[in-house]
């Protein structure tokens, strides 16, 4: 029998990919046969972590086998997943976001909660299997807390995480604060990025209502240097919103330094923007969000209760 497979979201990012190695693990520690993947290629920021925690990156999938076994972290929205994921037997989703565009044929262990990332669920699962953490699987979910939560200052940041946050750093040998700083930075420098990855590297699909939505996000030290890509931004994002359907493609640069973000929107739809988070578009389809860096919890909440 082959072994189940454990992957997070396409366009994976450092929670998904550390989360589907620390899973991986668990489970092996547990007796089961499992293996970890990724939907994507990784990013600067995780793969910082990955070569400071001395970890291999999960093997690349690109879909599923009819039948296959899997179990879904960091995510469970069937556009966000594999391919062909609804042929797959889903035995287990272990997340921390809206649940939506999700069902099975089967009955399956589903652990959704309100914290800001997998990984401090899956810190929990540790301790609840009474097995324990390795300082590299430490330093993998310590990694994805500080990603998900920019350094404990996003508003999707929980007192769990930040508890998990400083027990982690302590197992893993590491500065909370030094260290975090340092892989933020790491993922924030884009100076050899395309623009086509620019808006695929952190690029989610939504379903609200009938519309279909994209949110692509990047962490910067200096915003205006994305945005002297804007022209080629604007030519990328389109040809995406017209090869895909899309209704709004909401490009988001985060000011990972201010906490702020500015946002590029293209598509029909981009008037909801407007409406969702009550700023005006300027000439050229750009706003600044002041305190906004959450996707999950400012942005696309914003967003499905406009459409």
Same mark, same amino acid.
């Given at each position: 029998?082959?072994?189940?497979?454990?992957?997070?979201? /396409?366009?994976?990012?450092?929670?998904?990919?550390?989360?589907?190695?620390?899973?991986?693990?668990?489970?092996?520690?547990?007796?089961?046969?499992?293996?970890?993947?990724?939907?994507?290629? %990784?990013?600067?920021?995780?793969?910082?972590? #990955?070569?400071?925690?001395?970890? $291999?990156?999960?093997?690349?999938?690109?879909?599923?086998?009819?039948?296959?076994?899997?179990?879904? *972290?960091?995510?469970?929205?069937?556009?966000?997943?594999?391919?062909?994921?609804?042929?797959?037997?889903?035995?287990?989703?272990?997340?921390?976001?809206?649940?939506?565009?999700? &069902? !099975?044929?089967?009955?399956?262990?589903?652990?959704?909660?309100?914290?800001?990332? !997998?990984?401090?669920? #899956?810190?929990?699962?540790?301790?609840?299997?009474? *097995?324990?953490?390795?300082?590299?699987?430490?330093?993998?979910?310590?990694?994805?807390?500080?990603?998900?939560?920019?350094?404990?200052?996003?508003?999707?940041?929980?007192?769990?995480?930040?508890?998990?946050?400083?027990? #982690?750093?302590? /197992?893993?040998?590491?500065?909370?604060?030094?260290?975090?700083?340092?892989?933020?930075?790491?993922?924030?420098?884009?100076? +050899?990025?395309? %623009?086509? $990855?620019?808006?695929?590297?952190?690029?989610?699909?939504?379903?609200?209502?009938?519309?279909?939505?994209?949110?692509? &996000?990047?962490?910067?030290?200096?915003?205006?240097?994305?945005?002297?890509?804007?022209? $080629? #931004?604007?030519?990328?994002?389109?040809?995406? %919103?017209?090869? =895909?359907?899309?209704?709004?493609?909401?490009?988001?640069?985060?000011?990972?330094?201010?906490?702020?973000?500015?946002?590029?929107?293209?598509?029909?739809?981009? +008037?909801?923007? =407007?409406?969702?988070?009550?700023?005006?578009?300027? $000439?050229?389809?750009?706003?600044?969000?002041?305190?906004?860096?959450?996707?999950?919890?400012?942005?696309?909440?914003?967003?499905?209760? &406009?459409?």
């Amino acid at each position: 029998m082959s072994k189940t497979l454990i992957f997070g979201h /396409k366009s994976p990012d450092t929670d998904t990919i550390c989360s589907a190695l620390a899973y991986a693990d668990l489970k092996t520690k547990l007796g089961e046969e499992v293996s970890p993947a990724r939907l994507g290629e %990784v990013n600067g920021e995780t793969q910082f972590a #990955l070569n400071q925690f001395n970890v $291999e990156a999960p093997t690349l999938i690109q879909e599923v086998e009819n039948g296959a076994e899997v179990i879904l *972290v960091d995510h469970n929205e069937f556009q966000q997943s594999a391919d062909n994921i609804e042929n797959a037997v889903i035995r287990e989703v272990i997340d921390h976001h809206r649940v939506s565009n999700f &069902q !099975t044929k089967e009955p399956l262990y589903f652990r959704a909660e309100p914290v800001g990332c !997998t990984a401090t669920i #899956l810190n929990k699962m540790y301790k609840e299997n009474n *097995v324990e953490l390795d300082k590299s699987i430490a330093g993998l979910l310590l990694s994805a807390i500080i990603s998900d939560s920019l350094l404990l200052k996003s508003p999707t940041c929980t007192e769990e995480d930040v508890k998990a946050a400083h027990e #982690l750093a302590e /197992k893993a040998g590491v500065s909370l604060e030094e260290y975090g700083l340092e892989m933020l930075k790491a993922g924030a420098d884009i100076s +050899d990025k395309s %623009v086509k $990855e620019l808006i695929t590297m952190d690029a989610k699909e939504f379903a609200m209502g009938d519309a279909k939505v994209e949110i692509a &996000q990047v962490n910067a030290v200096d915003v205006s240097e994305i945005y002297q890509l804007h022209d $080629e #931004l604007v030519s990328e994002i389109t040809a995406t %919103v017209n090869e =895909k359907g899309l209704d709004l493609f909401l490009f988001v640069a985060t000011d990972i330094l201010n906490n702020d973000s500015e946002v590029l929107a293209v598509g029909a739809s981009k +008037d909801k923007v =407007k409406t969702a988070f009550n700023v005006s578009l300027d $000439e050229n389809d750009r706003a600044l969000l002041e305190g906004v860096v959450s996707r999950k919890k400012q942005i696309v909440t914003a967003l499905t209760e &406009q459409f």
